[in-house]
């Protein structure tokens, strides 16, 4: 019933397999790829023809995580996974990024890639499995796919590159001393297609390094999907490319210089308006069986990409006048928005975001309910993107995967240099909120994301600022590296690449590459450049923050205290009773941990001295031999009953009252009374002793035995 095709090998610590021909085999291609016990099962199905006047390639991949697969139920109402989490959506733009250049130019036909995590051990991630699966049931379906490409993840420990570390090691990242990096990279047998990462002010050298070492630890893996799929695949699809050559000719030979001039204007508003009159006045001059063509699109967009491409390589001129190494004037303020905690507007060119930067306790922490477990986040970065950034009318709904993607990669360059959470005890929140954009806005997410922890009192380790970077390669291996693309040059180009960081070092680099051919010299001549970009960023962003902000009176105050893990049930109490008198009379927000660390917010800092006070109260020991001044409660034959720590008391004996003898305790106190009393220690009971007779009721301090005498007469 079954043609079953199995290929393993080994691969780091575990063992890898791809499996093929039992389930969903009514898909074009199905392939089960299992790293240890995680499985991720991808299914590939494709149109057969494009839809009519279709003049783009209609590519969708999802990727969904079945709790069932970690043994858990989902949280929530309906117990059922429902919208795509933030993990699933990130996981699809990575498989997305590298299949997406391969496939045939000119295949226009809808394709959609579906990857489903059946099993996880909670060991391996199934990202990195789900890009393997999706490659090989690329591969065995028969669409017109250049590939196949591998994806790995890489590690950096103690100068070593670490292929595949666990989930928990990456979990842990900022935790970790020792790990220093999360490098996920896409590649073919000849060339790195994609890279994503976080890192811990890594150099460049040490970047390079990691992609070169990651594309080497892929080769065996696309070995074996070329091995299946000589075993289990299908007959390639009949896809013959479209001949436009007698369109293109047309179309150049009626608007070159109209698009040309059109591309020289420096201004983005008064490009793109020339643009749209240099196509509409190009299409006038079309029959209408030119027009009719499905590939005049196409056509258009070969011209553009020709005349911007050529130029720049030849004359190192870029479209707004820049040469390929110059950034955009930058602007850059703080403190705009009078009642947030911390703003900023960053400018660069025609790209512009304005960063908010609120700062939080622990209630507002972000609890994330996902595969591998359950745990909160106490940083986020929101970014939005609204239509009139580009001058555009647009439907506006919730984050798409664009500004899931963007946000993401802002939040990977700047969780780096965030302080420890035990030094600086807020929950972080950055919202970027783009109001222009013509070129690498989440690189402005990042500058103003600095800026703005700044100027909200953030003690960061050292600023982070980020750059775009382009690649124009010809066909004769001439090419131009270009530092702060534009949107065109982006749109146009062969290659994204975003590089953020400090002074230091890098931590976060993300690269997209279009075509094949980029050899490892190009891309270390790319991080120097961007890296020349990134100091120059800084230094423009310094001029924004002379010194260290003031922090903002609008935010809440925290204090941190740690007591030992077995008073943590006496500071909450029977059914939390007594943390709640401590929030009811202080006014001050507790949270407490299993650790025993305390944190104490409020705006007020009588609050959370008072807090401090009832909590230090309760977990307090008092000290043989220190002084403190309490309260009589209970008067008795033998002695006074005095509470002088928190709630606990202690008996001064009647002889310990003063240097005499004394009839009754009521004698010279009463209930109620304040007195300095002396701990003399503990009986075998654990009974407290106090003595009076020592101390000076009117100073507190002890006095001499000649002082109590002459006090008694």
Request: aromatic share 6%; net charge negative.
């Amino acid at each position: 019933m079954f043609n079953v095709t199995t290929k393993s090998m080994q691969w780091g610590e575990e063992t890898l397999t791809l499996e093929t021909g039992k389930v969903a085999r009514q898909a074009d291609g199905s392939v089960i790829a299992t790293l240890g016990e995680t499985s991720v099962m991808a299914n590939v199905t494709f149109a057969k023809e494009p839809k009519p006047g279709q003049d783009f390639f209609p590519l969708t991949v999802h990727y969904q995580e079945k709790y069932y697969a970690a043994g858990k139920v989902p949280g929530g109402f309906f117990k059922r996974e429902a919208r795509p989490t933030e993990k699933e959506t990130l996981t699809a733009r990575l498989i997305d990024r590298p299949i997406r250049p391969l496939f045939v130019e000119g295949f226009k036909n809808e394709v959609l890639v579906m990857c489903t995590v059946l099993s996880h051990d909670l060991v391996n991630d199934p990202d990195v499995v789900a890009m393997i699966a999706a490659s090989a049931a690329l591969t065995i379906s028969g669409a017109p796919f250049m590939g196949p490409i591998a994806g790995c993840r890489v590690g950096f420990v103690n100068g070593d590159y670490v292929l595949n570390p666990s989930v928990d090691d990456m979990q842990n990242l900022r935790t970790n001393p020792e790990q220093r990096l999360d490098l996920v990279v896409a590649g073919t047998k000849d060339a790195v297609m994609m890279v994503e990462s976080e890192a811990y002010e890594l150099t460049e050298a040490e970047m390079l390094g990691a992609v070169v070492f990651a594309h080497q630890q892929i080769q065996p893996v696309i070995d074996l999907i070329i091995d299946l799929a000589e075993t289990a695949a299908k007959e390639p699809f009949d896809f013959q490319p479209a001949d436009y050559s007698d369109i293109y000719a047309a179309v150049k030979a009626a608007g070159e210089e109209k698009i040309r001039a059109a591309y020289a204007i420096t201004d983005k508003q008064a490009r793109t308006t020339a643009v749209a009159e240099a196509k509409a006045a190009i299409k006038a001059t079309l029959t209408e069986e030119q027009l009719a063509d499905a590939n005049l699109g196409t056509a258009l967009k070969k011209l553009e990409a020709s005349v911007l491409r050529g130029d720049v390589v030849k004359t190192g001129k870029r479209i707004d006048g820049r040469d390929t190494t110059t950034v955009r004037p930058i602007v850059c303020e703080t403190g705009l928005l009078p009642r947030t905690h911390g703003s900023a507007l960053f400018t660069r060119g025609e790209t512009q975001g304005l960063v908010v930067t609120t700062l939080g306790t622990g209630d507002d922490e972000q609890f994330i309910d996902a595969l591998h477990g359950n745990f909160k986040s106490n940083f986020m970065l929101h970014y939005n993107f609204p239509p009139y950034s580009v001058g555009e009318v647009g439907r506006v709904a919730g984050p798409g995967r664009r500004e899931i993607g963007h946000g993401k990669l802002a939040w990977r360059a700047l969780q780096a240099v965030l302080p420890a959470s035990t030094d600086f005890p807020y929950t972080i929140r950055i919202v970027s909120e783009i109001t222009e954009s013509n070129g690498s806005s989440s690189m402005a997410s990042v500058c103003g994301g600095s800026l703005s922890m700044m100027d909200a009192g953030v003690p960061l380790k050292a600023p982070v600022a980020g750059v775009a970077m382009g690649l124009i390669l010809e066909d004769d291996g001439s090419y131009a590296i270009l530092t702060d693309i534009l949107g065109d040059e982006d749109h146009l180009g062969d290659m994204d690449f975003k590089v953020a960081g400090t002074e230091n070092g890098i931590t976060s680099l993300q690269m997209d590459i279009k075509v094949a051919g980029i050899t490892p010299e190009i891309m270390e001549k790319a991080l120097a450049q961007a890296k020349d970009g990134r100091i120059h960023i800084l230094g423009e962003m310094n001029k924004a923050l002379s010194g260290a902000a003031d922090f903002s009176i609008h935010a809440p105050r925290i204090e941190t205290m740690q007591i030992p893990t077995d008073k943590i049930r006496e500071v909450i109490g029977s059914g939390g009773k007594v943390i709640r008198e401590i929030v009811e009379v202080s006014g001050a927000k507790v949270d407490i941990n299993d650790d025993g660390i305390i944190k104490i917010a409020s705006p007020n800092g009588d609050s959370i001295k008072k807090a401090y006070d009832m909590i230090w109260s309760i977990v307090a020991e008092p000290e043989e031999g220190k002084i403190y001044k309490g309260t009589v409660v209970k008067l008795v034959d033998f002695g006074a009953f005095v509470n002088f720590f928190g709630k606990r008391d202690g008996l001064v004996h009647v002889s310990q009252i003063e240097n005499r003898r004394l009839n009754h305790p009521s004698d010279v106190l009463k209930e109620g009374q304040e007195v300095w009393v002396k701990l003399l220690g503990f009986d075998d009971r654990g009974k407290v002793r106090l003595a009076m007779k020592s101390i000076n009721q009117q100073t507190g301090e002890e006095m001499t035995k000649e002082e109590a005498e002459a006090a008694s007469e």
